[in-house]
């Protein structure tokens, strides 16, 4: 069965601090990756997708991929509190190239 | 950017009716869309792959009968929750993708429907 596995959190950094969250998956023909927000009750919305094994930066937000260890992140800086909410990470395959979502983590970021 | 509309927002029905749930790409043309279900405070599960013009693919444990699903065009696929149950209130979410993207880019989301069966 493919599997995206989240730590479901709580996760709590204080205002200013890196958020860091991880995922791994089991599903080797995975080809790409997304970070997904969903604040509660609301629809998720993309953050980034990496591909490619290393690091990629979007303004505060940084993926990294190590496609050998199955396993992806996203690094938040600089957090503000409007950051607060469940992060779904997401792994794409097959031929529809359906994407398959962990559990979340949900972040909170303290003023 | 690439926007999906998804009707009604927030559904009541009672048990036994039958609910439909519009999903429409508006600025874009996907063969494919899919339908997600998410209870609270559980993630995403795949329900099933909207073909234009062709079967859905349905997930393991999905009924097909009770989620019928049509995708009439590149631009709209519905999902129809028959007989609905209270078993059946979920969040329910559609998503698509351009056809015209690229192998690596990502499915835009619905707003969800929010559906409560008395």
């Known amino acids: 069965q493919k599997e995206v596995e989240q730590n479901s959190g709580p996760l709590s950094v204080p205002e200013g601090a890196i958020a860091s969250l991880n995922c791994t998956y089991s599903?080797?023909?995975?080809?790409?990756f997304f970070w997904y927000r969903q604040y509660s009750g609301k629809s998720p919305e993309l953050i980034m997708f990496?591909?490619?094994?290393g690091d990629k930066e979007d303004g505060r937000f940084t993926a990294q991929l190590n496609k050998a260890s199955q396993y992806v992140s996203l690094l938040i800086r600089d957090s503000q509190p409007s950051d607060s909410a469940t992060y779904l990470c997401?792994?794409?395959?097959?031929?529809?190239?359906?994407?398959?979502f962990g559990s979340g983590t949900q972040l909170t970021v303290l003023p | 950017g690439a926007v999906v509309s998804q009707h009604p927002s927030r559904v009541i029905c009672k048990s036994g009716t039958s609910v439909k749930i519009e999903c429409r790409s508006l600025?874009?043309?996907?063969?494919?869309m899919f339908w997600y279900r998410q209870f609270p405070k559980k993630s995403l599960m795949l329900m099933a792959t909207?073909?234009?013009?062709?079967?859905?693919?349905?997930e393991q444990g999905v009924e097909k009968d009770k989620f019928l699903i049509n995708h009439a065009s590149l631009t709209l696929s519905t999902l129809t929750v028959t007989s609905a149950h209270p078993e059946d209130s979920s969040f329910y979410i559609c998503?698509?993708?351009?056809?015209?993207?690229?192998?690596?880019?990502?499915?835009?989301f619905g707003n969800g429907t929010r559906l409560t069966v008395t």
């Open positions: 909207s073909n234009e013009g062709s079967k859905a693919t349905y």
């Open positions: 997401a792994s794409q395959a097959g031929s529809a190239r359906q994407l398959t």
């Open positions: 600025d874009f043309q996907a063969t494919t």
């Open positions: 998503s698509a993708r351009d056809l015209n993207s690229g192998r690596n880019s990502p499915l835009h």
């Open positions: 599903d080797r023909g995975s080809q790409s």
């Open positions: 990496i591909y490619s094994n």
